[in-house]
């Protein structure tokens, strides 16, 4: 498991410096690492909550393969946290808050993911990430 991911920073390194298109399985990969290391691991990583780990298991390497686009579409919009709200959740906005560059990065992840899924209709699906809520419909 260790090789496997030295293996995917060594394809991201590379890519980097061809100047390639990044990945799905590295986009998924950093994605990972950047929940984790967020309040979403309190609920999303085992003991966690059993109900959002049906969800999603970040202890998994496809974390994302349990969710359905719908569900995957409201990553970026529920990460994009302000500090009351994490203050709320009861994190510490200067550890918790999300960078930027990090809901750059999940913005990618979830459009490639859907992409993958989905290869006739990503468009679609990509341009209702930002206001997450949108495209719910239950
Ligand atoms: C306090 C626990 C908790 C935390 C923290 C948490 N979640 Fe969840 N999450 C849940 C639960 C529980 C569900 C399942 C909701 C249900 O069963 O309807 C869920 C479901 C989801 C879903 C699926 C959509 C939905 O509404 O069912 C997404 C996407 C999601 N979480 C993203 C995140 C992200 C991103 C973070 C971090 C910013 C996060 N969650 C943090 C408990 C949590």
């Known amino acids: ?3 496997w991911r030295l293996l995917i920073l060594n394809l991201a390194f590379l890519s980097g410096v061809c100047g390639a298109v990044e990945s799905l399985e590295m986009l998924r990969v950093e994605s990972r690492q950047i929940l984790r ?3 979403c691991g309190n609920c999303h990583i085992p003991p966690g909550n059993s109900r ?3 969800i999603y298991n970040l202890d998994r390497e496809n974390w994302a393969f ?3 686009e719908r569900q995957l579409e409201q990553i970026p919009g529920r990460a994009d946290l302000q500090d009351e709200e994490i203050v709320e959740m009861g994190g510490d906005p200067h550890r918790h808050k999300f960078t930027k560059r990090e809901l750059e990065i999940l913005n990618r992840y979830v459009r490639a993911e859907i992409k993958d899924r989905n290869p006739a ?3 679609f699906g990509a341009e209702h990430n930002q206001s997450g809520e949108a495209s719910q419909q239950r």
Do not use: I, Y
């Open 1 to 3: 498991m260790a090789l």
């Open 37 to 39: 290391t967020r309040l």
């Open 66 to 68: 349990s969710m359905s």
């Open 52 to 54: 959002a780990l049906k």
């Open 121 to 123: 209709a990503t468009l």
